[in-house]
């Protein structure tokens, strides 16, 4: 049961306990757990009250405290154990002040969106969520899988569990989490610091997050939000996810992320680790025969345009031509006339020709007999 236990890494002290703030985190949730059992004023002062936090009382501070506040104890140690075996290993990878501001986004992020989920709730439907605790490790212990995923997206967090990788666990730590809230109601308490925490710790540690190189968040396709999801599911949230990204960006926002430079290459060697950056154009490196065959085909090339040229400007002449000596065929209205009439025995006139066009046909027939009988 205990996250802890399926990992033979977690049972090193050095592991769970030479990490000061995941120490420090588990304690203030321990002594907030004894101190629950003791008192019950310590959920009106610690969890998240909307009510008190924003309006009668002004306990700020519940916004961060709801998500380190639990009074089940069956849930009290899956949030231990979760945040010493995730706890630890996202505070080595982003160290000390890393790891703080990032539980800080998480928890902070996570206690405004359920106060404003309840505040809607009640301005919508007058529900009671302003005066309803809010409170549980969900929102952090969802957090610190992503944070996890972003260390190694392929790899299992369970050794006992190599089928379930590292992008696979968020979704199905909320999945199962929900589900047990829906029967059993102390893991209802903070379903809405769960999914808030999950996805505003990967929008952190994907456009925020500053790193030593300079570089400003993950720009990997491995990283990104899709990845989380079952592959099925990816290419219908795919082009949703790109026009979200599309509007951040016509609005003004991640403008200013770098992408990691890297380290210089000495005496040719790269590590084994770093791929060596690609040129931006492939370099095609041409022999002697190589060149030949080229101009060779550039040569062919040109005398087949060559010929296509010659066989156009040939085709317009024979057009022309054409056009020419049906021009000179070509006879006159009164002329086809004359010699319909000539061919049905009809006059001219009664077939609409003139007596001027029928006496010039006339002349023209009797000098064409003329010139018949001189031969």
Same mark, same amino acid.
């Given at each position: 049961?205990?996250?802890?236990?399926?990992?033979?890494?977690?049972?090193?002290?050095?592991?769970?306990?030479?990490?000061?703030?995941?120490?420090?985190?588990?304690?203030?949730?321990?002594?907030?757990?004894?101190?629950?059992?003791?008192?019950?004023?310590?959920?009106?002062?610690?969890?998240?009250?909307?009510?008190?936090?924003?309006?009668?009382?002004?306990?700020?501070?519940?916004?961060?405290?709801?998500?380190?506040?639990?009074?089940?104890?069956?849930?009290?140690?899956?949030?231990?154990?979760?945040?010493?075996?995730?706890?630890?290993?996202?505070?080595?990878?982003?160290?000390?002040?890393?790891?703080?501001?990032?539980?800080?986004?998480?928890?902070?992020?996570?206690?405004?969106?359920?106060?404003?989920?309840?505040?809607?709730?009640?301005?919508?439907?007058?529900?009671?969520?302003?005066?309803?605790?809010?409170?549980?490790?969900?929102?952090?212990?969802?957090?610190?899988?992503?944070?996890?995923?972003?260390?190694?997206?392929?790899?299992?967090?369970?050794?006992?569990?190599?089928?379930?990788?590292?992008?696979?666990?968020?979704?199905?730590?909320?999945?199962?989490?929900?589900?047990?809230?829906?029967?059993?109601?102390?893991?209802?308490?903070?379903?809405?610091? $769960?999914? @808030?925490?999950?996805?505003?710790?990967?929008?952190?540690?994907?456009? &925020?997050?500053?790193? !030593? *190189?300079? +570089?400003? =968040?993950?720009?990997?396709?491995?990283?990104?939000?899709?990845?989380?999801?079952?592959?099925?599911?990816?290419?219908?949230?795919?082009?949703?996810?790109?026009?979200?990204?599309?509007?951040?960006?016509?609005?003004?926002?991640?403008?200013?992320?770098?992408?990691?430079?890297?380290?210089?290459?000495?005496?040719?060697?790269?590590?084994?680790?770093?791929?060596?950056?690609?040129?931006?154009?492939?370099?095609?490196?041409?022999?002697?025969?190589?060149?030949?065959?080229?101009?060779?085909?550039?040569?062919?090339?040109?005398?087949?345009?060559?010929?296509?040229?010659?066989?156009?400007?040939?085709?317009?002449?024979?057009?022309?031509?054409?056009?020419?000596?049906?021009?000179?065929?070509?006879?006159?209205?009164?002329?086809?006339?004359? $010699?319909? @009439?000539?061919?049905?025995?009809?006059?001219?006139?009664?077939?609409? &020709?003139?007596?001027? !066009? *029928?006496? +010039?046909? =006339?002349?023209?027939?009797?000098?064409?007999?003329?010139?018949?009988?001189?031969?």
């Amino acid at each position: 049961m205990v996250l802890a236990i399926w990992d033979s890494h977690a049972l090193n002290s050095h592991d769970r306990f030479g990490k000061p703030l995941t120490v420090l985190l588990s304690v203030i949730m321990s002594l907030l757990f004894i101190c629950s059992l003791i008192t019950s004023d310590v959920v009106a002062q610690v969890a998240l009250i909307v009510s008190n936090t924003v309006m009668s009382n002004f306990y700020v501070w519940n916004i961060i405290t709801g998500s380190l506040l639990e009074t089940n104890f069956f849930k009290i140690c899956i949030g231990i154990s979760g945040l010493l075996y995730f706890g630890s290993r996202t505070e080595g990878k982003l160290g000390l002040l890393g790891f703080a501001q990032y539980v800080a986004v998480v928890m902070l992020a996570s206690g405004i969106v359920a106060s404003t989920v309840a505040f809607l709730s009640y301005v919508v439907s007058f529900d009671e969520q302003l005066f309803t605790p809010i409170y549980g490790p969900g929102g952090l212990l969802a957090g610190l899988t992503v944070a996890f995923a972003h260390q190694s997206p392929n790899s299992s967090p369970f050794e006992a569990f190599p089928a379930v990788t590292s992008q696979a666990f968020p979704l199905a730590l909320g999945t199962v989490w929900t589900g047990i809230g829906i029967i059993y109601s102390p893991f209802n308490r903070d379903v809405i610091f $769960l999914w @808030s925490g999950a996805y505003f710790g990967w929008a952190y540690l994907r456009f &925020v997050c500053h790193h !030593d *190189d300079g +570089s400003i =968040g993950n720009t990997t396709p491995e990283f990104e939000i899709v990845n989380f999801f079952p592959k099925m599911t990816r290419k219908y949230i795919k082009p949703f996810c790109n026009f979200c990204y599309g509007v951040m960006l016509l609005l003004g926002f991640f403008k200013n992320r770098k992408v990691p430079i890297p380290p210089a290459f000495s005496n040719g060697q790269v590590s084994s680790e770093i791929e060596a950056p690609s040129a931006p154009f492939p370099i095609i490196k041409q022999d002697a025969a190589s060149e030949r065959r080229r101009a060779k085909a550039m040569k062919l090339l040109d005398e087949k345009f060559a010929q296509i040229a010659q066989q156009e400007v040939q085709w317009q002449d024979d057009d022309e031509s054409g056009e020419k000596s049906e021009k000179e065929s070509s006879l006159t209205p009164a002329e086809i006339e004359v $010699l319909k @009439s000539k061919l049905t025995g009809k006059s001219p006139k009664a077939m609409g &020709v003139s007596a001027e !066009d *029928d006496e +010039s046909w =006339g002349l023209e027939e009797g000098a064409a007999k003329g010139q018949d009988k001189d031969k």
